[in-house]
């Protein structure tokens, strides 16, 4: 199939836009109308969405081939190995007791759900700006301090809000982010030169995420104030052990499955060596401990089961949606509907302050349309932020700033988003199950990031970044 030819629909490039709109609209309807967090409801709406629009396309067998496309495309496989091999990381520290054991800890100390909290996002946000990763990011903060918080009584929502705005933070300002090196090559700006001049922008929307953290679980949030009793095996705590060892490979390599396939290895061995896993369990019933594998059942339900297959099994629900949300996707760029989307915004542009408006708002709505922030940068950069930078006098650094700093936004809270899908399964396969339409809300730093960044452009502030002064 020739891969540049284009999608056509009856209705025109805008109908390239149906199956995520559709998506959007039953999302809303399964997750927050019936209140359901189950597979079906995230499944049955994605299945709808690519489904009907079928029926608008000119050419059916190109549909369906772009859907194949979208579900084979690195862009889709890439986070799909990365959450398999967290989510099994995730599992064997929680079946070895270490979530429980840090949130024991953390209550003996006197740690309760306010400083727990706001540990949590620090922690976030230090990972995510060393080692560039927001998926990353949110496998280490949902996979091993959400089960912690949750178990010292932390709010589950906010918690899960918390990792997610830590990581955007590192997403935009961590030299190795692609976000920042995508936003950077755009434009043509110095790379070194925009990290520095972005960190005023960044520092004060994490400063003011922090405050908004603390007042939530200070006056909204009545769980944050006080610790809950956890049982714990201090043994557990060994563990500490495999988690740092696997946070300082994935600092230094830069890469999750290098990182969590050592870690999850050397969990392995050190949960077997104190005792605090089994290795198999065959035919052994209800036991205090868990096995990393067991066999169970009798004649065809025969069933092998254990930590690794629930580690993997724990992230099957992201997984599938997430492979029909790039099929959608895929159609609407095979469709050229982002094309007609910035096509439409050309000619409202006036001067410097309607031009960074543009930009942002383009960014935002492809950041967020199409779930990752490096493909809505590369689409706005090239053909709108470098002439326009040029055009209108903004430096290349605050052009580049803006892509970045909005890019991390939409893209980390929007419900039918590869990171928010991401982080909804971790909290499933923690046994706290939470709705898109729960964390949404709790991801104060996109929000106040998006009014940072607007104020700045309104009092034309940083219109000479990275520039010699």
Avoid at 91 to 107: I, P, T
Avoid at 413 to 440: D, K, Q, R, Y
Wanted: net charge neutral; glycine share 10%; charged share 10%.
């Amino acid at each position: 199939m020739d891969s540049e030819k284009k999608l056509e629909f009856y209705g025109g490039e805008w109908m390239s836009f149906l199956p995520i709109v559709l998506f959007i609209i039953l999302i809303v309807v399964t997750s927050f109308a019936w209140g359901s967090t189950s597979d079906g409801a995230c499944w049955v709406p994605a299945i709808i969405s690519l489904m009907l629009p079928f029926f608008f396309a000119k050419d059916k067998k190109m549909y369906a081939d772009t859907i194949i496309d979208g579900l084979a495309s690195k862009d889709t496989a890439v986070p799909i190995a990365c959450w398999i091999f967290a989510g099994v990381f995730a599992r064997v520290l929680r079946e070895s007791g270490f979530a429980d054991g840090l949130a024991g800890l953390a209550g003996k100390v006197g740690v309760n759900p306010l400083i727990f909290t706001v540990v949590t996002f620090l922690c976030a946000v230090l990972f995510s700006t060393a080692t560039g990763t927001g998926f990353g990011t949110i496998a280490m903060g949902m996979g091993v301090l959400y089960p912690a918080g949750v178990a010292l009584g932390v709010n589950p929502a906010l918690l899960a809000g918390v990792v997610l705005s830590g990581a955007a933070f590192g997403d935009n300002m961590a030299p190795v982010s692609d976000t920042l090196i995508c936003s950077t090559t755009s434009v043509g700006a110095d790379l070194t030169k925009c990290v520095k001049s972005r960190f005023k922008y960044a520092i004060t929307s994490g400063s003011l995420t922090l405050v908004a953290i603390i007042i939530f679980c200070l006056f909204l949030d009545k769980s944050s104030g006080t610790s809950v009793e956890v049982p714990t095996n201090n043994l557990a705590l060994i563990m500490f052990v495999p988690m740092i060892l696997t946070l300082v490979i994935a600092i230094k390599a830069g890469n999750i499955i290098v990182a969590t396939t050592i870690g999850t290895v050397v969990s392995v061995i050190t949960a077997l060596a104190f005792g605090l896993v089994d290795f198999i369990q065959i035919d052994a019933g209800d036991t205090a401990k868990s096995a990393l594998i067991t066999v169970y059942g009798e004649s065809v339900d025969r069933t092998v089961g254990g930590i690794l297959y629930n580690g993997i099994s724990g992230m099957v629900q992201v997984i599938i949606l997430c492979l029909l949300l790039f099929a959608m996707i895929n159609i609407m760029k095979r469709g050229e509907g982002d094309k007609k989307l910035l096509e439409s915004f050309s000619g409202i542009v006036k001067g410097p302050v309607s031009a960074e408006v543009v930009i942002s708002v383009l960014v935002l709505v492809l950041s967020a349309l199409l779930s990752l922030t490096a493909p809505a940068i590369l689409l706005v950069g090239p053909s709108f932020g470098k002439p326009y930078a040029e055009k209108y006098g903004i430096s290349p650094c605050r052009m580049a700033n803006i892509m970045s700093g909005h890019s991390v936004t939409l893209a980390y809270c929007m419900p039918w988003t590869a990171t928010m899908m991401l982080t909804l399964g971790f909290a499933n396969s923690a046994g706290t199950p939470l709705s898109a339409l729960e964390v949404t809300p709790m991801m104060f730093y996109a929000y106040i990031s998006i009014i940072v960044l607007f104020a700045t452009t309104f009092l034309k502030i940083g219109r000479n970044d990275g520039l010699d002064k």
